[in-house]
T-cell receptor, first 117, second 110 residues
């Protein structure tokens, strides 16, 4: 199993450009997540999905959009990139039963480093 | 949400045990204690979790205080590969985000 894969590894964007960060998992997990990590800080949740066709906002969703058309893929779209979106983006997935989360383990991808200039 | 407090950094010699502390004085009775670590330039990875009893797995041990207001992650023999940021996270019964704080940056020296 490859686990959670993310592309690209690194990208430089100009202010106002758009891009899609790709995330794929091969573990048949129902839940998927997008986090961002600013330098020296912990991760913050951007969006999450509880299954194909269902997504919801996390703590810091502004400036981002997501879709989930398949179990495996959960792309993150940045529209009109801004310098404040310079960060490392991590995708994660998990297998959990409904809303019960206290024993959930999330599996993370290697991250996409994004620089907006 | 209940919060955790960890030292900013710790240092250990290779092949010695490491005890990483975490305080969570406002923990509720149903919160689980999870530990993740993040190696340099990688995504976080799960280490261990527990509720009340001490837990062991191939990576580490988790010692939970009787009053559950603190816990300690124990690496029995630190290796250079264990140099990472270690995060202590409380998980409620509901919720989606893992609430990462700043964690403890562990330096392992040969």
């Amino acid at each position: 199993n490859a686990g959670v894969t993310q592309t690209p590894k690194f990208r430089i964007l100009k202010i106002g450009q758009s891009m899609t960060l790709q995330c794929t998992q091969d573990m048949n997990h129902n839940y998927m997540y997008w986090y961002r990590q600013d330098p020296g800080m912990g991760l913050k949740l951007i969006y999450y999905s509880v299954g194909a066709g269902i997504t919801d906002k996390g703590e810091v969703p502004n400036g981002y959009n997501v879709s989930r058309s398949t179990t495996e893929d959960f792309p993150l779209r940045l529209e009109l990139a801004a310098p404040s979106q310079t960060s490392v983006y991590f995708c994660a997935s998990s297998s959990r039963q409904g809303a019960i989360s206290y024993q959930e383990t999330q599996y993370f991808g290697p991250g996409t480093r994004l620089l907006v200039l | 949400d209940a919060k955790t407090t960890q030292p900013n950094s710790m240092e250990s010699n290779e092949e010695e045990p490491v005890h990483l502390p975490c305080n969570h004085s406002t923990i509720s009775g149903t919160d689980y204690i999870h530990w993740y670590r993040q190696l340099p330039s990688q995504g976080p990875e799960y280490v261990i979790h527990g509720l009340t009893s001490n837990v062991n797995n191939r990576m580490a041990s988790l010692a939970i205080a009787e009053d559950r207001k603190s816990s300690t992650l124990i690496l029995h023999r630190a290796t250079l590969r264990d140099a990472a940021v270690y995060y202590c996270i409380l998980r409620e019964n509901l919720g989606y985000a893992l609430n990462f704080g700043k964690g403890t940056s562990l330096l392992v020296t040969p």
